[in-house]
């Protein structure tokens, strides 16, 4: 809406789908705005870790740039203590703007309803597209995050052990079909290398479809580097054949 124009950056699975810094180094010009992260990642479940937040920060600082940090997985992590937000880093909080809602940590998928944290100046220009674009959360679900926020962690740490344990059985299946595959950190979804087929990833998927009635996203839908892959959810219970 504003005139910006999206720049790319190629990650693989050999460095577990991860930006390096000099890749976003490279990528920054005198027109760059902002740097746009989505960690723990979908389709990925790749995940930054404090260390290398603190390398993409310094480059933030450096260049004068915002961050947009899409956080909406930050409570599926699988890991003790490895989560952490950009905004908590040193001088991050006013260059942050952090996009997150109620979906996937609390369960609450349909009901739509999400949240942005960042300083004030940039919120007043937010509230100028959001008024005119987006109609109130009702307040039926207003109420809902409210009291999830309140007393729904126990349940995220049920939600999480559960989570890990389909990862785990997911990822364990796919490695005994040799298929490569990066060990997610977080979210709910895992991201095979069908590559080995000789098949596109529009093609694997389209076959597994038909042949076997599992249905998975081909990793093109993701990007350009995506190609040669595919996602798969293990949102599901373990008790569903």
Not at 41 to 54: A, H, I, R, Y
Not at 220 to 239: P, Q, V
């Amino acid at each position: 809406m504003a005139g910006g124009k999206p720049v790319p950056i190629v990650t693989a699975m050999e460095k577990a789908f991860k930006p390096q810094p000099e890749q976003i180094k490279q990528a920054i010009s005198p027109r760059t705005k902002a740097i746009i992260l989505c960690f723990p990642n979908n389709p990925t479940g790749s995940l930054l870790d404090k260390q290398e937040l603190e390398a993409i920060a310094d480059i933030i600082i450096a260049h004068d740039l915002l961050v947009i940090t899409d956080e909406i997985y930050a409570e599926l992590t699988y890991e003790e203590d490895i989560f952490c937000s950009i905004a908590s880093l040193k001088g991050m909080r006013e260059r942050t703007i952090l996009v997150s809602g109620f979906s996937k940590g609390f369960a609450m998928t349909g009901w739509r309803l999400g949240f942005i944290c960042a300083p004030d100046y940039l919120t007043q220009q937010i509230l100028k597209i959001s008024q005119f674009t987006t109609i109130s959360a009702p307040s039926i679900t207003q109420y809902g995050a409210v009291e999830a926020l309140k007393n729904g962690q126990k349940y995220i740490v049920e939600m999480r052990n559960s989570y890990r344990k389909r990862r785990n059985f997911v990822v364990k299946h796919l490695h005994e079909m040799r298929l490569d595959c990066h060990f997610p950190e977080g979210a709910f979804y895992v991201f095979p290398s069908i590559r080995q087929t000789g098949l596109t990833s529009e093609e694997f998927a389209e076959k597994l479809l038909i042949q076997h009635e599992v249905a998975v996203v081909p990793g093109n839908a993701f990007g350009e580097c995506g190609e040669g892959h595919i996602r798969c959810s293990y949102a599901t219970s373990m008790k569903r054949p």
